[in-house]
């Protein structure tokens, strides 16, 4: 029987109109706001001869933070958070990927928020393959993961009247990715 799959081996880029990368948090401890960064860059390497040397890197560019509420993200752009100007990026590295299932990874790397750096492991399910309506490669990767914000240096906070606060501490991180498979002159597929 002949493997009619596609290789998946080889080098990848993140399509930036088909890819999010976002997240939610708590307001007020009632109402979940979402938002992304919509200036995002990144490239995978797949080597399944050698799985150790698979690796991922994604670049945020904070100025592109879009809660769609344009207060709220100069609020998120400035000092008391992320203060894009001082570290405009946010970016992951990895240090290991593996596979621990049938389309289930476990992307385990570096997440550097201002000028801090911590390890982090991020559960992704590989979603699926297809050669576009343009002959490039796809591949699809889904997956959240909870982090703590004041661990990275996002502590601005307010105290609520009831004991709470305005904005919740734990924040989810969604990914939702898009990458095409460069050909082998390393450009994207057509």
Same mark, same amino acid.
């Given at each position: 029987?002949?493997?009619?799959?596609?290789?998946?081996?080889?080098?990848?880029?993140?399509?930036?109109?088909?890819?999010?990368?976002?997240?939610?948090?708590?307001?007020?401890?009632?109402?979940?706001?979402?938002?992304?960064?919509?200036?995002?860059?990144?490239?995978?390497?797949?080597?399944?001869?050698?799985?150790?040397?698979?690796?991922?890197?994604?670049?945020?560019?904070?100025?592109?933070?879009?809660?769609?509420?344009?207060?709220?993200?100069?609020?998120?752009?400035?000092?008391?958070?992320?203060?894009?100007?001082?570290?405009?990026?946010?970016?992951?590295?990895?240090?290991?990927?593996?596979?621990?299932?049938?389309?289930?990874?476990?992307?385990?790397?570096?997440?550097?928020?201002?000028?801090?750096?911590?390890? $982090? =492991?991020?559960?992704? &399910?590989?979603?699926?393959?297809?050669? #576009?309506?343009? /002959?490039?490669?796809? +591949?699809?990767?889904?997956?959240?993961?909870?982090?703590?914000?004041?661990?990275?240096?996002?502590?601005?906070?307010?105290?609520?009247?009831?004991?709470?606060?305005?904005?919740?501490?734990? $924040? =989810?991180?969604?990914? &939702?990715?898009?990458?095409?498979?460069? #050909?082998?002159? /390393?450009?994207?597929? +057509?």
């Amino acid at each position: 029987m002949t493997d009619n799959r596609p290789d998946l081996s080889g080098d990848w880029d993140l399509d930036p109109s088909h890819t999010r990368i976002g997240f939610s948090a708590k307001h007020a401890m009632v109402a979940n706001v979402r938002g992304a960064f919509n200036d995002v860059t990144g490239t995978l390497h797949v080597d399944f001869d050698d799985p150790d040397k698979s690796t991922a890197e994604i670049v945020l560019k904070v100025a592109s933070v879009d809660s769609r509420n344009t207060q709220r993200d100069d609020h998120l752009r400035s000092a008391d958070f992320f203060n894009a100007e001082k570290w405009p990026d946010i970016v992951f590295k990895s240090t290991r990927i593996e596979e621990v299932g049938d389309n289930a990874l476990v992307v385990s790397g570096d997440l550097t928020i201002r000028d801090i750096t911590k390890p $982090i =492991t991020i559960p992704i &399910e590989f979603t699926g393959v297809e050669t #576009d309506a343009f /002959g490039a490669l796809r +591949a699809g990767f889904e997956g959240t993961r909870r982090i703590d914000r004041r661990e990275y240096g996002l502590e601005w906070n307010m105290a609520l009247d009831s004991g709470g606060w305005l904005v919740s501490e734990k $924040i =989810t991180l969604e990914f &939702e990715i898009s990458a095409i498979k460069r #050909d082998t002159d /390393g450009e994207q597929a +057509a």
